[in-house]
């Protein structure tokens, strides 16, 4: 039995039931990373001893007739942009070489609460800035379904390492689509949650405003089942909603019903490659005929998302990333003459081109004379566009369908020099995090060289269980998600 | 020569009195091994967010309140970008722009005349502090200490155009304004530690003129003294310059307490971009109007509300009553101790006079000295009664500074009672039968040498007599003669 092809709640109950010991699932997926990671190259720190050590003990307590989480001895990435304690967390940038927070995110604190083994840290553009993981300070991590295509990103170790079977689940962050463009890269199932339905306090800062930790599966229950464990309010995090967490795999009923879905021109537009139109038009008649009702829609405001975007997350990390000056942790310039001279070099030697381009936008639009003409102006657009948004949902709509991606998986190398092309490929993903509302990739589809494509559900805040439950009804219906990378 | 006048903004800084920092768990306290009270939060890791100090919320509203301030029902906190080492996010979370916590107040001064002012406050908002950088001299490095970093910090700012006209209103600025600050026990005040900070901007033009001149901000001003002798020396310096056709250049300029003198620091001429954004880890305050008046009406009585309250309960001159309110305290001594008496003004006589310099040789305020409030009226009581005169009072209080015991017990111990007339007769007769010459000058009419007998009497009588006593009996005496 190859035990790094189950799904999640395979392995949770085989493990429960002591089918097979968390110690065997874990060595397993270790196995998998060992043979296909040298080609994948999904992991930046492998924690093989830990993961064994966490696995052990959930063996122990199984032993022991003792409760153990849902999760117990399942194995899980981590995006490399979540604090570890303990283990090095570099963010797929040279700056953060060699920091080895002292504490845990709070989701990797409830993930090991649930039983979880970590299997180590995931690749990722430098700082989650890029669609790709080219900008990864490291090295580029590949995509499973073809090995000279990029898996996506930011996320794209993450995304990278459950298609390739190198673990059943695994987090990631969700600035602008780096979830759910990896997730239909790889044919898998991402969620962005609801900003503020899952603590940020620990994953690095991108842009606080927009910045989401959600899940990575192979399927909807298994999704469900991970965001329901990272899921709920924080005292640690001010922004995060004090609400109550529903089980999510509660609502996978397959009912749809009734259900009233929209889809909004705007996303069907030029740029849009014709395969990846197709197959997400295709999912929509399947979800009609499954009892939903379809209606068009508009969103006038979309064509002012991707500016209004690229001024406010810049202008957040120009902000965020002031504290990687070289004193505390990360890396440190020599010969520096002055503080001044430290800054400057420890920054110019530790941050790469994007992130470098990215910090001078920021502080652009942040400077006097400039903010009222571009942060303010682009806060102003973001009010508009989640206008559009509240007015969809007061219409009665229950869940906006797009495409998750223009297109599939695009070729190494193929955007690297082409910075505006790349950022179009968060076209269609980067309006939930400006209205702050859930949304989740599935797999709808194959082009016809074998490369996911993705579809993408949008829903009004905390509509997690919908967005889930038509997601679960569709898979009923198809087996897109039962295919695995040729590896 | 013109005539000059000079006017001074105020940028006041106190830490606040919080059992943690403002966004963290740390402990906020001064001091200590360097960096021993740092988290993730207030070292700024990557992935730490703040998490809003509720008291220290409470503590500004109080304040801007008691500033007579307007409220901002809805406020919103700022990031300041700027790098320094000794801020570890390289930002400063602070509140900018049109609401702040309280805007619009103002704080009434007293000037030494009796005559009173009302400096206009423009914001009172809420900020962190930074750590401190520690620089080795020579070693060719600096080190930083974060124990300070995240300790919540007020500013209070006046408002524009100046109300203070001079040094020394801008120290009676400064201490009215502590005095305020621990009255509502939101701060310790201590200059020296710089827990408060004053910073004043003074500026000098033309009597007559019609626009302001530049200003210098001053720094590391540790106690009222210097704020006074700083401005000073600044208004008198700036007048140089320009009578000596030079201009006074914008810039931050450091106080040397010792030499008396300012030095530039660093020039202010190039507006610093601070690019100021809304702080997107922490939520909006939102006010309740329910609360905040709670929160009014639970204000203590402040300083100027107490000082025309005990002027007048208790018929003290003002400047006592201005004296005895400084520290809340002081205060509530001087109203327990004159709680019944039937001479406060003698209670208040004593607190600032031979009590204040007692107490300020053991370096502690007036009301920590081992006497009681009850234990000073014990002793004024004596003295009314006429068990003991007053020169005895100074060194019956000497002795219970030292050592805690009343009036009565030191007055019993050391036999100090007044002398019985028995008594003083007798030494009296001694007296004049010991001086048969100065006796015969004052039936000569010379009542002058009568002061030289009195002071043998009293001698001879370590003091305890009463001198109307000894008066009446030395006047008998030579009559006698
Ligand atoms: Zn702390």
């Known amino acids: 039995m190859d035990l790094h092809t189950l799904t999640a709640h395979e392995l949770a109950e085989k493990i429960k039931s002591r089918d097979v010991s968390a110690r065997a699932v874990t060595d397993a997926f270790l196995a998998r990373i060992e043979a296909v990671d040298g080609d994948v190259k999904a992991f930046v720190t492998v924690t093989a001893d830990r993961a064994r050590e966490t696995a052990d003990a959930v063996d122990r307590r199984l032993a022991a007739g003792e409760e153990v989480g849902p999760l117990a001895g399942v194995p899980v990435a981590l995006k490399d942009n979540l604090c570890t304690e303990g283990v090095e967390t570099t963010c ?40 790709s993981t080219e ?10 379904w073809d090995l000279s295509r990029v898996p996506g990103g930011s996320s794209g170790g993450s995304a990278a390492a459950v298609a390739a079977g190198e673990a059943p689940l695994a987090l990631g962050s969700d600035t602008g689509g780096s979830i759910r463009q990896p997730a239909a890269f790889c044919g898998l199932v991402g969620v962005k949650p609801t900003y503020g339905r899952v603590s940020r306090y620990g994953l690095v800062a991108f842009a606080s405003s927009l910045d989401q930790i959600g899940p990575f599966a192979r399927n909807t229950r298994d999704a469900a089942l991970l965001l329901s464990v990272i899921a709920g309010h ?21 009912d749809v019903r009734g259900l009233r879905l929209g889809v909004p021109s705007q996303y069907f537009a030029e740029g849009i490659a014709p395969n990846v139109q197709a197959a997400v038009l295709q999912a929509v008649e399947l979800l009609e005929s499954l009892g939903a009702k379809v209606e068009t829609v508009s969103l006038p405001y ?19 990333l002031a504290r990687y000056d070289g004193v505390r942790y990360g890396h440190r310039t020599t010969g520096a003459r002055d503080h001044i001279g ?26 006097h004379g400039y903010y009222d003409a571009f942060y303010l102006k682009a806060q102003q657009a973001r009010t508009l566009i989640q206008r559009d948004f509240a007015a969809c949902w ?47 990739s599935q797999c709808c589809g194959f082009s016809e060289d074998g490369l996911p494509i993705g579809l993408q559900l949008m829903g009004p805040a905390f509509s997690e269980e919908t967005l889930l439950r038509i997601a679960h009804a569709y898979e009923l219906a198809t087996d897109w998600h039962t295919r695995r990378a040729p590896l | 020569m013109p005539e000059y006048e000079t006017r001074v903004g105020m940028e006041c800084h106190a830490e606040l009195l ?27 890791l990557p992935g730490s967010l703040p998490v809003m100090n509720k008291k220290a919320v409470e503590h500004v509203v109080r304040t801007a309140l008691a500033l007579n301030c307007t409220i901002s029902l809805h406020s919103i906190f700022h990031r300041k970008n700027y790098f320094y080492p000794d801020l570890p996010k390289g930002y400063q979370i602070s509140q900018y722009g049109n609401t702040p916590i309280g805007t619009n107040g103002w704080l009434e001064i007293e000037r030494a005349d009796g005559t009173t002012k009302r400096i206009r406050i423009t914001r009172v908002h809420l900020e962190e502090d930074t750590g401190k950088l520690i620089h080795s001299d020579g070693a060719g490095y600096s080190v930083v200490d974060y124990n300070r970093s995240g300790v919540p910090l007020m500013e209070i700012v006046t408002d524009f155009p100046p109300d203070i006209e001079s040094a020394e209103e801008a120290r009676l600025y400064a201490e009215t304004l502590r005095s305020v600050l621990l009255y509502l026990q939101v701060s310790d005040g201590k200059m020296e530690q710089g827990s408060l900070r004053a910073e004043p901007n003074p500026s000098v033009r033309p009597v007559g003129s019609d626009t302001f001149g530049v200003k210098t901000e001053l720094k590391n001003l540790n106690s009222f003294r210097s704020v006074q002798r700083g401005i000073e020396y600044e208004a008198k310096r700036q007048i140089e310059v320009i009578e000596g056709g030079g201009r006074v250049v914008q810039e931050t300029r450091g106080w040397d307490d ?120 014990g002793m004024v009581g004596l003295i009314e009664s006429g068990a003991i005169t007053g020169k005895i009072a100074k060194s019956v209080l000497e002795e219970m500074v030292a050592t805690g015991k009343t009036a009565a017990q030191v007055v019993e111990e050391k036999g100090l009672t007044v002398s019985g007339a028995d008594e003083v007769a007798g030494i009296v007769a001694n007296v004049v039968a010991a001086n048969p010459d100065v006796v015969a000058k004052i039936k000569a009419g010379n009542d002058k040498s009568i002061g030289f007998l009195v002071g043998q009497v009293m001698k001879e009588s370590k003091g305890r007599a009463k001198p109307d006593d000894v008066n009446r009996l030395l006047k008998d005496e030579i009559a006698k003669q």
């Open chain 1, 92 to 131: 797929g940038s040279k700056i953060l070489r060699g920091f080895v927070p002292p504490y845990n995110a709070t989701v990797v604190d409830k993930l090991l609460g649930a039983g979880a083994v970590s299997l180590g840290k995931a690749n990722m553009d430098e700082f989650a800035m890029g669609s």
């Open chain 1, 342 to 367: 430290l800054f400057e070099k420890t920054r110019d030697e530790g941050f790469g081109a994007e992130v470098k381009q990215r910090i001078m936008i920021g502080t652009y639009a942040l400077s």
């Open chain 1, 135 to 144: 900008n990864s300070a490291l090295f580029t991590t590949r995509n499973p």
């Open chain 1, 302 to 320: 979309t064509e002012y998302v991707l500016p209004a975007y690229y001024i406010l997350a810049p202008a957040e990390a120009s902000s965020n």
């Open chain 2, 18 to 44: 919080t059992e943690s920092k403002m966004f963290c768990g740390c402990r906020n306290e001064f001091g200590g091994e360097p960096n021993s009270r740092t988290c993730p939060v207030c070292l700024g």
């Open chain 1, 234 to 254: 924080d005292p640690c995090d001010s922004t995060s909603v004090p609400r109550p967490v529903p089980d999510y795999r509660a609502g996978l009923n397959g």
């Open chain 1, 394 to 440: 007061q219409s009665g709509i229950d869940a906006l369908v797009t495409p998750t991606a223009p297109s599939v998986a695009f070729g190494v190398g193929e955007k690297a020099d082409d910075p505006l092309a790349m950022k179009l490929s968060d076209i269609c993903t980067l309006s939930a995090n400006m209205a702050g509302i859930p949304a989740l």
């Open chain 2, 258 to 377: 010792d030499k008396g003198v300012s030095f530039s620091q660093r020039s202010k001429e190039v507006e610093q971009e601070y690019r100021y954004f809304p702080e997107p880890d922490l939520i909006p305050l939102d006010f309740d109007v329910k609360w905040l008046d709670s929160l009014r009406e639970s204000l203590p009585e402040l300083p100027n509300e107490k000082k025309r309250r005990l002027a007048e309960q208790y018929g003290l001159p003002a400047s006592d009553a201005a004296q005895l309110v400084l520290e809340r305290e002081t205060a509530d001594f001087f109203e327990a101790a004159a709680k019944g008496a039937k001479d406060p003004k003698a209670i208040a006589n004593w607190m600032l006079g031979d009590l204040a310099r007692l107490a300020n040789a053991e370096s502690v305020p007036v009301h920590a000295t081992q006497v009681t409030p009850g234990a000073l009226a």
